[in-house]
Nanobody, 118 residues
């Protein structure tokens, strides 16, 4: 059974930082491209950062300079280092894995909430 479990969310003050983690199990992590999505209240889920199995990265324009994605294949874990953005924002961050080699497969985590508030 494949599981993606996010952690590290919570309350952060404006200008502060957090590191989100996504621990994967039940899959060969190194075969997957892995992504972070963000969903704000009343809005659709949007891709903010991704990293391919080869280590290439992509950032949405809104994330550039503020988010940093990384992965540790040995630990089967994805990370997102984030510097908080506008005040009073509450978003849910989701981890997503998409198989790049040897078939198909896509999986989602349950999400972790990040609240920026003073």
């Amino acid at each position: 059974q494949v599981q993606l479990v996010e952690s590290g969310g919570g309350l952060v003050q404006p200008g502060g930082s957090l590191r989100l983690s996504c621990a994967a199990s039940g899959l060969t992590f190194s075969l997957y491209g892995v992504n972070w999505y963000r969903q704000s209240p009343g809005k659709e889920r949007e891709l903010v950062a991704s990293t391919s199995r080869s280590g290439g990265t992509y950032y949405a324009d809104s994330a550039k300079g503020r988010l940093s994605i990384s992965r540790d294949n040995a630990k089967a874990t994805l990370y997102l280092q984030m510097n908080s953005r506008k005040p009073e924002a509450t978003d849910v961050y989701y981890c997503n894995a998409v198989k790049e080699i040897g078939g198909t497969g896509m999986y989602w985590g349950q999400g972790t909430q990040v609240t920026v508030s003073s």
